[in-house]
């Protein structure tokens, strides 16, 4: 088993989760099976109850774990199927130790950072040992930060229990460019390295985020200053797509130093088909405007996942995309609507923005735009249609209005009685049972689907029969009860779905929806 342990300094936000990635997918193209844990220093036991603008979309694991956005990532690059084990924040980490504690598992002995919290995060770094060759560790957060110290010194405490060859570090840095001087400076990077060093882990390669080209003397300067070998100084610059990173490393030699370091040879003959399929993008012409409405227009990281899966979906298609944020409370929608090819509603929570999501749905039914939408998206869909086309003009959710006396999407039975917010939800995977002759039986081709789903709110069954007589058809259900998917025959493309299908999609593999949605958008435009 050998580790890989990615750490960041600087400033936060340079890409760990990315470039780890991206040297497991080359790991991956040598022969080798890889995961990926992330650990995250804040005190919440999960991101799941932390508003999009603190943290980004929220990632739902397999197994039902609502997890930082780098997990979707890891996914993507690496074809896995992320678990609980993957994830691990210092709330869980903590709230895991004190339950020990109140159970008597220390024997009396004084609760510690050291050795208890530290052990606890090393018992984590294992998690996969024997499932896989290599774990890459990411370890959130900046170098210097007093929540992410624990984490440190658990890294360092761990690679020295190891043999040499079985476990490296790897730290992205920032070299940032000053325009006035118009140079790059080193010296953030060598404080940074120096305060790493000051909690006893040495760098075996330091990775340089940079808009610029670093050159061979500034290589050898930081080589130096860093105490470590010039080859492993490595340039990260901005690529026009992230999946053209892995190529950028390789042929920096990257994976061949890794290699080197941890005693492995290639398994196999190394490949670039990969390198040459997500490369494809650059030589596209033809472009479709999707639009995503929701109320978090200004965080594109809220909706990360979604806009990996049209962009992964277009690229399959030879489309451009170009994907416009638009908030559900702009005054303008309905204009900007119309220059669109494509409609999307994002899941999310809450009543702000609920009207505009809506008023948009209503806009794509009618004008025979093509609509997908995504869990509070399939929501307001079935708003929407009880509304206008069953006439039930005070129809709504129990979310949206408690006191609602016509209830079309309602709280499920067993999640009245829940108080706590977190990780109470129906989480993680779940089956549905597609109808055949639908549009999304046609899409998947197959009677049963497995999806994740992060919702408290369901279409309330009672409606389905009134729906279908105004052209509105639950195709997919769960326990042949619950409304997993609705669709409208005639319509281009109409599509609302429970659960987030924006989870499964890969760059090698695009999601079927995703890609039934992108193809209608391209039919749209044409038509």
């Known amino acids: 088993m050998k580790y890989i342990f990615m750490t960041g300094g600087?400033?936060?936000?340079?890409?760990?989760?990315?470039?780890?990635?991206?040297?497991?997918?080359?790991?991956?193209?040598?022969?080798?099976k890889v995961t990926m844990i992330k650990m995250d220093p804040y005190i919440n036991v999960d991101p799941g109850t932390m508003n999009p603008f603190q943290h980004g979309e929220v990632y739902v694991t397999a197994d039902g774990a609502e997890a930082d956005l780098d997990l979707g990532t890891y996914e993507r690059f690496l074809d896995m199927v992320t678990t609980k084990a993957n994830t691990n924040t210092a709330g869980h980490i903590y709230q895991t130790v004190i339950n020990n504690e109140r159970r008597g598992d220390y024997n009396g002995g004084t609760v510690q950072v050291i050795p208890h919290i530290t052990d606890e995060i090393k018992r984590r770094f294992s998690a996969f040992e024997k499932k896989v060759d290599i774990t890459i560790i990411e370890i959130g957060g900046t170098v210097g930060d007093i929540e992410g110290l624990p984490f440190i010194e658990a890294t360092r405490q761990f690679m020295l229990e190891q043999k040499r060859e079985d476990v490296m570090s790897i730290h992205l840095t920032l070299v940032p460019y000053i325009h006035g001087a118009n140079e790059l400076k080193t010296k953030p990077t060598q404080h940074s390295v120096n305060k790493l060093r000051e909690v006893g882990i040495v760098p075996d390669m330091i990775i340089c985020r940079t808009e610029h080209t670093i050159s061979d003397s500034m290589k050898a300067k930081i080589s130096l200053f860093c105490n470590v070998t010039k080859d492993a100084v490595v340039e990260a610059k901005s690529c026009s797509s992230i999946y053209h990173i892995p190529e950028s490393l390789h042929k920096q030699g990257v994976d061949?130093?890794?290699?080197?370091?941890?005693?492995?040879?290639?398994?196999?003959?190394?490949?670039?088909?990969?390198?040459?399929?997500?490369?494809?993008?650059?030589?596209?012409?033809?472009?479709?405007?999707?639009?995503?409405?929701?109320?978090?227009?200004?965080?594109?990281?809220?909706?990360?996942?979604?806009?990996?899966?049209?962009?992964?979906?277009?690229?399959?298609?030879?489309?451009?995309?170009?994907?416009?944020?638009?908030?559900?409370?702009?005054?303008?929608?309905?204009?900007?609507?119309?220059?669109?090819?494509?409609?999307?509603?994002?899941?999310?929570?809450?009543?702000?923005?609920?009207?505009?999501k809506i008023a948009a749905i209503k806009f794509a039914r009618e004008n025979k735009v093509p609509f997908f939408g995504i869990c509070?998206?399939?929501?307001?869909?079935?708003?929407?249609?009880?509304?206008?086309?069953?006439?039930?003009?005070?129809?709504?959710?129990?979310?949206?209005?408690?006191?609602?006396?016509?209830?079309?999407?309602?709280?499920?039975?067993?999640?009245?009685?829940?108080?706590?917010?977190?990780?109470?939800?129906?989480?993680?995977?779940?089956?549905?049972?597609?109808?055949?002759?639908?549009?999304?039986?046609?899409?998947?081709?197959?009677?049963?689907?497995?999806?994740?789903?992060?919702?408290?709110?369901?279409?309330?069954?009672?409606?389905?029969?009134?729906?279908?007589?105004?052209?509105?058809?639950?195709?997919?259900?769960?326990?042949?009860?619950?409304?997993?998917?609705?669709?409208?025959?005639?319509?281009?493309f109409f599509i609302a779905v429970q659960f987030h299908p924006e989870f499964g999609a890969r760059p090698t593999k695009q999601h079927p929806i995703f890609r039934g949605f992108v193809q209608a958008s391209k039919k749209f435009k044409k038509s």
């Open 256 to 356: 061949a130093f890794v290699l080197k370091r941890l005693g492995l040879k290639s398994k196999k003959t190394f490949s670039k088909e990969w390198f040459k399929y997500v490369k494809r993008v650059n030589t596209l012409k033809d472009t479709v405007s999707i639009g995503i409405i929701g109320k978090y227009a200004d965080l594109k990281d809220a909706y990360k996942s979604i806009d990996e899966s049209l962009k992964i979906s277009a690229m399959d298609e030879k489309l451009n995309i170009d994907i416009q944020y638009i908030s559900s409370e702009d005054k303008n929608l309905i204009k900007k609507l119309k220059q669109l090819h494509g409609i999307l509603i994002p899941g999310g929570f809450g009543i702000r923005g609920i009207e505009g």
């Open 10 to 32: 600087v400033v936060s936000s340079l890409g760990k989760g990315i470039t780890g990635a991206s040297i497991g997918k080359l790991l991956q193209m040598h022969g080798y």
């Open 376 to 492: 509070l998206g399939m929501q307001c869909a079935i708003i929407e249609a009880a509304r206008n086309l069953l006439g039930l003009k005070d129809a709504n959710s129990t979310e949206i209005y408690p006191k609602t006396k016509i209830p079309v999407v309602e709280m499920l039975e067993e999640q009245k009685s829940i108080k706590n917010l977190g990780a109470t939800m129906r989480l993680g995977n779940y089956e549905a049972n597609l109808v055949k002759g639908s549009l999304v039986h046609k899409l998947y081709k197959t009677d049963k689907i497995v999806e994740r789903h992060r919702h408290r709110y369901e279409m309330n069954p009672k409606y389905i029969e009134d729906f279908k007589k105004v052209g509105i058809e639950v195709s997919g259900f769960h326990k042949n009860i619950l409304p997993e998917i609705i669709e409208i025959k005639n319509h281009p």
